[in-house]
Every structure is written in structure tokens, then in C-alpha cells.
């Protein structure tokens, strides 16, 4: 099978926002397969059990898989690593940009949504994926630096902190993402 790759966005997002569109192209662009599936967002329809379906969808047509490689922001990435521990499923490469895990704080309705996304043994997922690279800054808005450090300094395998990048987001200038090219392929 072909190496193939899944882009997945945070709390309240789209595959259209951030730099996602511009990093499925330029993946495209190489000839890869990539998927950007639009999640249920909102208070209600974001949670663990939702999302886990639409994931779930994608596994059982066996798209998620060795050759995998999914890059997943914000809320994503303790989403994606639940999955793969809970599912026991293992994949080429994980790419976490602005990763958390346990945090409460930034306002009420993201604590809702996210809070079903978190779990005790993150560790565990380093059993699924050769390498967990973890991007990240110094001045996130939403997220504590500590947070995001703790989350990385759990599961990664090499980290990267980009300085003043915010939350990697359109907010933060972040329309397309260039630093991530060295950790695709």
C-alpha cells in the first residue's frame, strides 16, 4: 500500500481553515493521497464518541493504517493519539502542531468540546507510530507553553518550537505553514 496522509483540525475548525488546504495541495502536489475530513464541531456534536465514528469510517475502508501519516492540530492531536491507543492502531507518523492533553482553562464552550478528547494514558500511544514529531510555540494564546511542552515532552520523538507562532493558526498569520514541509514525507 501507498503512503498516505490525514489532516485533522481542532475544536470548532474545518479542513478549510488554518493552513490545511494549503498543505493538502501541496502533499497533493506530490502525488500522495490526503484526506481532510470535516469533523462535527460545536457544543453537542464535538466530542470523543463523534469524531471517533467519522475516524472509525476511514479505518474500516482501511485507509488508516502503516502507511499512514496524520498531522492533526489543537485538540487533534490527543483526539487522534485516543484513537489509535483505543483502536490499537498503528501508523507510519504522527505530526502534532499545538498538541494538548487535560487542559481547562480557555473558555467554557471549548472546555466542553475538548474535554471528552482527553485521557490519562497518552504515553501509550507511542506503541502505534515510529515517530511523533510535536511543533509548537512559546506565546499560544489558548494553550499554555508548559501544557504544550508537557504534551510533547510525553510522546515525542523529536520536537520543534517555533518562537512567536501563537496558536499555528490563520490568527496568527499561519495560512500556509512552511516548517512542517521538513516533517512530511
Not at 133 to 154: G, M, Q, R
Amino acid at each position: 500500500m501507498k503512503d498516505n496522509y490525514f489532516i485533522i483540525h481542532g475544536s470548532f475548525g474545518s479542513p478549510f481553515g488554518n493552513w490545511f488546504s494549503w498543505l493538502h495541495d501541496f502533499i497533493e502536489d506530490d502525488g500522495k493521497q490526503v484526506y481532510v475530513p470535516q469533523f462535527p464541531v460545536g457544543v453537542g456534536y464535538q466530542n470523543y464518541e463523534n469524531w471517533s465514528k467519522l475516524l472509525k469510517y476511514y479505518l474500516d475502508l482501511g485507509l488508516i493504517n502503516e502507511n499512514t501519516t496524520i498531522i492533526a492540530h489543537s485538540i487533534a492531536p490527543v483526539f487522534v493519539s485516543k484513537f489509535l491507543v483505543e483502536n490499537k492502531v498503528q501508523v507510519r507518523k504522527l505530526i502534532f502542531v499545538c498538541g494538548f492533553n487535560n487542559y481547562l482553562g480557555i473558555n467554557e464552550e471549548y472546555d466542553t468540546v475538548n474535554k471528552t478528547m482527553y485521557f490519562n494514558n497518552l504515553v501509550d500511544v507511542k506503541q502505534y507510530a515510529n515517530e511523533i514529531i510535536c511543533l509548537y510555540s512559546n506565546n499560544d494564546p489558548y494553550v499554555k507553553y508548559e501544557v504544550e511542552k508537557e504534551f510533547a515532552d510525553t510522546i515525542a520523538t523529536e520536537q520543534v518550537l517555533i518562537p512567536n507562532a501563537g496558536h499555528i493558526n490563520s490568527e496568527s498569520g499561519y495560512d500556509t505553514f512552511e516548517d512542517i514541509v521538513n516533517y512530511i514525507f
